[in-house]
């Protein structure tokens, strides 16, 4: 698919839709900065489980995202209410800030205390 062909199948409202989700995105991104949060400060020495991996998977309108783990445990869940266009990309890059994290920190992964 050339530029042109995505540039007629992505409108102007789409296209709105994907910038604002990345620039909300990025404000998220800045406020659970490691120096922001309290829960990276604290060590992790409770559990060997980790996040190693992410698999996405586009059904209708719905993003459906899981989550795999070094001991074999996998988590469901999925994104819906945005365009499932950006979300896809966006959760692809949101892995990188909790890939080889331990998965049942979930204060450290909601960024709040």
Request: net charge positive; proline share 4%.
């Amino acid at each position: 698919m050339n530029r042109t062909d995505l540039q007629r199948k992505l409108g102007r409202r789409e296209l709105l839709a994907g910038v604002g989700t990345a620039a909300a995105m990025a404000l998220v991104q800045n406020s659970v900065a490691d120096e922001n949060n309290p829960a990276t400060q604290v060590a992790d020495r409770s559990s060997s489980i980790r996040i190693t991996g992410m698999k996405l998977y586009w059904v209708g309108p719905v993003v459906y995202v899981k989550i795999e783990t070094n001991h074999g445990i996998s988590g469901w869940g999925d994104l819906k209410g945005v365009d499932p266009r950006p979300a896809k990309v966006l959760a692809q890059s949101l892995f990188e800030l909790i890939d080889g994290e331990n998965p049942t920190r979930i204060e450290r992964h909601n960024g709040c205390c």
